[in-house]
């Protein structure tokens, strides 16, 4: 395809053929790791909801729901998902357009089972989530998204305001003890024991801003925005997000996106990163439509979306997110610098599907 071809078609058109390359690539009960109720799926398939959502063909809808039907039990129990740690809590963000969809209390049973996975989850002394229950005292970004989302929604849905409270609370904790007033970013995990190899024996912090973790971060909070503003004073919240994603777009490449140790961008091993930079992108757009950022900050996301799509491959009429991290712990820079890369991944093309999402939505409200 050409690159003026592919200049010319709109963020949903994008979606639309990175869905379809995946579902010709996937049977919904394969997507990997196959049977396991897990954020790879979760954050894939929630990106394909949002194409569902704005194109209408319910066949993305059946995708998502055939995954679900997959890994939860027709009387809503989850057999294999861990509930020590927030990553296998993050799908349940998908039970509920499903449950609105087809009004299946198995749906609702499954979304209770998390709900007590989430009141019963260890925490720090201050009150911080561990990321898993193996990482004692460890608070990671990418908590943020894995389980603040799914919390805030079953709080705002089902009269439960504790849940509320503490999604808000977990957001506030973790911009207290991971911002670096510098920079204004954040860094990848703290821990409170200090005991972690990675941890500063005196901040508790890890060494480096790695991308895709903080990019997590403000996608989360702008969808716990939508189901806090009842019972949470969320001012806060909104200037927390507003002053991270002026701080990001600092560290904007030339390209357009951003780099997989955002602030060394140009230094030996240092790569431009496409899932964070879909992250915030997608970030930027709602931040600009949400009015928690003023009109101009859209042109930032503009270009790291049409550095995204530069970099897109094409075999032909799939359609190939490359340049991506495959998952990783807390590292120093070599570690972040030295992941292996994917194409095609579970990581890459949700973060993609998410961005294509907020940046047809702002076309459309642009447009009007």
Not at 47 to 72: E, H, M, P
Not at 152 to 167: S, T, V
Request: negative net charge; charged residues 25%; contains cysteine.
């Amino acid at each position: 395809m050409q690159a003026e071809e592919q200049k010319n078609r709109t963020p949903l058109e994008l979606a639309v053929q990175s869905v379809e390359t995946m579902m010709r690539q996937y049977a919904a009960a394969d997507l990997p790791p196959k049977g396991r109720f897990h954020y790879h799926q979760g954050v894939f398939l929630s990106g394909v909801l949002n194409t569902w959502q704005l194109c209408g063909d319910d066949r993305y809808f059946d995708y998502a729901k055939a995954w679900i039907d997959s890994v939860v039990t027709e009387d809503g129990q989850i057999p294999n998902h861990d509930p020590g740690q927030l990553d296998d809590i993050q799908p349940g963000i998908l039970l509920y357009p499903i449950l609105d969809a087809t009004g299946e209390k198995r749906y609702r049973k499954a979304l209770d089972v998390l709900a007590g996975d989430l009141e019963k989850y260890p925490k720090n002394p201050i009150g911080g989530f561990w990321h898993k229950s193996n990482l004692p005292d460890q608070m990671w970004l990418d908590g943020l998204y894995m389980g603040g989302p799914v919390m805030a929604e079953y709080g705002y849905r089902f009269d439960r305001p504790d849940f509320c409270a503490e999604a808000a609370k977990q957001v506030r904790l973790m911009f207290a003890n991971t911002r670096d007033e510098k920079t204004g970013l954040l860094y990848h995990a703290w821990d409170y024991s200090r005991k972690a190899p990675w941890a500063d024996p005196v901040t508790g912090l890890s060494p480096e801003f790695w991308g895709r973790s903080i990019g997590w971060v403000p996608v989360a909070v702008l969808d716990d925005l939508a189901f806090l503003q009842e019972t949470e004073n969320t001012d806060d919240l909104k200037k927390l997000t507003a002053d991270l994603l002026r701080a990001v777009v600092k560290y904007q490449s030339e390209d357009g996106r951003w780099y997989q140790v955002v602030d060394k961008g140009g230094q030996p091993g240092n790569w431009l990163e496409n899932s964070c930079s879909c992250l915030f992108v997608s970030a930027l757009y709602k931040a600009v439509r949400m009015g928690i950022l003023p009109a101009e900050y859209a042109d930032c996301a503009r270009r790291g979306y049409e550095g995204v799509v530069r970099s897109l491959e094409y075999d032909g009429d799939r359609l190939l997110v490359g340049h991506v991290c495959i998952g990783t712990g807390v590292g120093d820079y070599r570690h972040y610098c030295e992941r292996p890369v994917s194409t095609n991944d579970l990581h890459g093309v949700g973060a993609f599907l998410l961005m294509c999402a907020e940046a047809e939505r702002y076309r459309r409200e642009r447009n009007a």
